[in-house]
């Protein structure tokens, strides 16, 4: 494990009964760095992240965080660990019968019981004011939310314990361009002013050009490669071929090439 690596993932190995999802998986994720996670539907991204967050036991493996090797940890010996990173489920996973800033305060409340309401109601609303919604949003149900509003609540929830290492499960997916683009900017921003550490899954080509540091592929059970995508775009595996130099891929690097000209 390099010094600098947040995640490190060795010969990880998942399966559900017969169907191999993982087998002999290597992952590393660098300090500071936005790292884009794609791959076809099924091949076990989210599951990925759920082996790396403690929500899923692997069949073998090593995963360390921190430093800290998370396998076989009890949820309570790896409280100081979780308490650094944030989760951004796919589709928000809020709680339905909370307003957003209870939301927010569910990890509050967890890691720190005797925060008094005062305090717990101030640093909601400041995470829901960093993460884009508006003040009044604080007092809202999810279902009264948009989905782009849910996406950012969902934000302002992993970002309760001021994380040092934030997980985002296909934050853009199902919203309109503009919206995606904005929080393609806002994940950038909040990375360079918090100084956050991002592993990001995404189907979003957009996403993966706008803020990704490095993007790793999975396919055939493992990371097929990982690197730049200047550096993606130069190996011969006919999923990464297809993925970056089909309509899409190609429409997203023109785009990108757009903005950075501007
Ligand atoms: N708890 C579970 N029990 C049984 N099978 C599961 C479980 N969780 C995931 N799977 C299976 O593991 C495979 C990988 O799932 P995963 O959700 O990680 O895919 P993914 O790469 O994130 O896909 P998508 O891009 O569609 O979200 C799928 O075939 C899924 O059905």
Not at 179 to 206: M, P, Q, Y
């Amino acid at each position: 494990m390099a010094g600098d690596d947040i995640i490190s993932v060795q010969g990880l190995c998942n399966s559900f009964g017969d169907q191999i999802i993982h087998k002999d998986l290597d992952l590393d994720v660098r300090q500071g760095e936005i790292l884009g996670v794609v791959g076809g539907s099924g091949t076990g991204k989210s599951v990925l992240m759920r082996s790396i967050i403690g929500l899923q036991e692997p069949t073998a493996g090593d995963i360390h965080v921190f430093g800290e090797a998370m396998i076989g940890k009890e949820e309570d010996e790896a409280t100081d660990v979780r308490r650094r990173w944030g989760v951004l489920f796919q589709g928000g996973a809020l709680f339905s019968t909370l307003t957003v800033a209870e939301n927010v305060q569910v990890p509050l409340r967890e890691f720190y019981p005797d925060f008094s309401t005062d305090l717990l109601e101030e640093i909601a609303r400041y995470k829901i004011h960093l993460s884009g919604l508006p003040p009044e949003a604080a007092h809202k149900y999810p279902s009264e939310l948009s989905g782009g509003m849910r996406k950012r609540a969902g934000l302002a929830r992993a970002l309760a314990m001021d994380p040092e290492l934030l997980f985002l499960d296909e934050p853009t997916a199902g919203l309109d361009p503009i919206g995606a683009a904005n929080f393609d900017n806002l994940t950038r921003n909040l990375k360079e002013t918090l100084g956050l550490t991002v592993f990001l899954i995404t189907h979003d080509l957009d996403t993966l050009y706008a803020i990704c540091d490095r993007v790793a592929v999975l396919a055939d059970h493992k990371v097929i490669a990982i690197g730049p995508i200047e550096d993606l775009l130069a190996t011969d595996h006919p999923w990464i071929k297809e993925y970056f130099s089909g309509p899409r891929g190609r429409a997203a690097r023109r785009g990108h090439a757009k903005r950075v000209d501007k």
